[in-house]
């Protein structure tokens, strides 16, 4: 089985930077596409951004051209560069995969989620 761990939260100013990390471990058949999902206070999971093995990105509307999302294949590992953060990105932020498991059906595996502070 699949596990996520996300690191790289914090409190930051508006306009500050941050970069999240999550490294995946286990076994399976293969890890497909990556990507970040955010919660704020009092609103439902939305997408922040996905990525695929061969590198190809997609990003919320919200975050186009202040985030980067990549990922390194050789350590199981994503990242998100955020940049010239605002108020409202504050949220918790979960990683998600697409798995293929040595056995069974494919399936999605999530992290713990770490929270994002943007506040003066």
């Known amino acids: 089985q699949v596990q996520l761990v996300e690191s790289g939260g914090g409190l930051v100013q508006p306009g500050g930077s941050l970069r999240l990390s999550c490294r995946a471990s286990?076994?399976?058949?293969?890890?497909?596409?990556m990507g970040w999902y955010r919660q704020a206070p009092g609103n439902q999971r939305e997408l922040v951004a996905t990525i695929t093995t061969a590198g190809n990105t997609k990003y919320a509307d919200s975050v186009k051209g202040r985030f980067t999302i990549s990922r390194d294949n050789a350590k199981n590992t994503v990242y998100l560069q955020m940049n010239s953060l605002k108020p409202e990105d504050t949220a918790v932020y979960y990683c998600?995969?697409?798995?293929?498991?040595?056995?069974?059906?494919?399936?999605?595996?999530w992290g713990q989620g770490t929270l994002v502070s943007v506040s003066s």
């Open positions: 998600n995969a697409a798995v293929n498991p040595i056995g069974g059906n494919p399936l999605e595996a």
């Open positions: 286990g076994i399976a058949r293969s890890i497909n596409t």
